[in-house]
């Protein structure tokens, strides 16, 4: 006696009916959003970073830990968590 085989739908057909990650409402958006302000402040937190282990190696051992926090726990998270501005999904209109 043969076996019969399940009809394979792509994952999206298959989780229509159900919520596939109950408690979360959001939608992924494809775009990443980086605009100017974004990389200006990854490049600053960057450039600070840089400063920070210049003066590091020279044996500042007062500002330069200050630059690499700045950079590291100020900067760059900023820059990657703030939301795009003027974006509300009308991008054809």
Avoid at 13 to 34: I, N, T, V, Y
Wanted: a positive charge; charged letters at 25%; proline letters at 9%.
């Amino acid at each position: 006696m043969a076996k019969r085989r399940r009809e394979r739908r792509p994952v999206a057909q298959r989780a229509r009916g159900r919520d596939p990650s109950p408690g979360l409402e959001f939608e992924a958006d494809p775009k990443l959003g980086f605009e100017p302000l974004h990389l200006g402040l990854l490049l600053g937190g960057v450039a600070v970073a840089v400063l920070g282990y210049v003066l590091l190696d020279r044996g500042s051992i007062s500002l330069a830990p200050v630059l690499l926090v700045v950079a590291y726990l100020i900067l760059v998270p900023v820059a990657l968590a703030l939301p795009a501005r003027g974006r509300d999904g009308d991008e054809g209109a």
